[in-house]
């Protein structure tokens, strides 16, 4: 069975620049589902279960909840929103990278999944 990765990204075209290569954690021969957005993502993983490794970005699409309001979803957003469906679960997280050009932005979500890996393995 082919491995599934989900690469979480409104810019970088999983499929060019050797993007997959560089930050795949299960290598480049696997399933590829490009997210761009947060409504995205929480539509896939609901839909499709959790992949085998998420790449993620901080910097993602926007979108309106409304007409009268803005919120930015941001790829931490994702990574919370993961979190909470793992615990529900009682799941593992998948394998995960962050290609994100914004340090501040990859370090959260870096230290939010860590810090879940963590307390999940502690418990066990």
């Known amino acids: 069975?082919?491995?599934?990765?989900?690469?979480l990204d409104d810019q970088r075209n999983p499929f060019k620049d050797n993007w997959v290569r560089d930050y795949s954690p299960i290598g480049e021969d696997c399933?590829?589902?490009?997210?761009?957005?947060?409504?995205?993502?929480v539509y896939h993983i609901t839909e499709h279960g959790l992949p085998d490794a998420i790449c993620f970005d901080h910097d993602i699409e926007n979108f309106h909840i409304n007409k009268?309001?803005?919120?930015?979803?941001?790829?931490?957003d994702?990574?919370?929103?993961?979190?909470?469906?793992?615990?529900?679960?009682?799941?593992?997280?998948?394998?995960?990278?962050?290609?994100?050009?914004?340090?501040?932005g990859k370090e959260n979500i870096k230290?939010?999944?860590?810090?879940?890996?963590?307390?999940?393995?502690e418990k066990i």
């Open 1 to 7: 069975i082919m491995k599934k990765l989900l690469w």
């Open 31 to 41: 399933e590829i589902s490009w997210i761009k957005t947060y409504r995205d993502f």
């Open 68 to 76: 009268s309001t803005f919120r930015e979803y941001t790829g931490y």
């Open 78 to 104: 994702c990574a919370k929103w993961l979190i909470d469906y793992c615990l529900d679960g009682d799941l593992d997280l998948p394998l995960f990278s962050i290609q994100s050009s914004n340090p501040a």
């Open 111 to 121: 230290s939010l999944l860590n810090n879940y890996n963590k307390l999940r393995n």
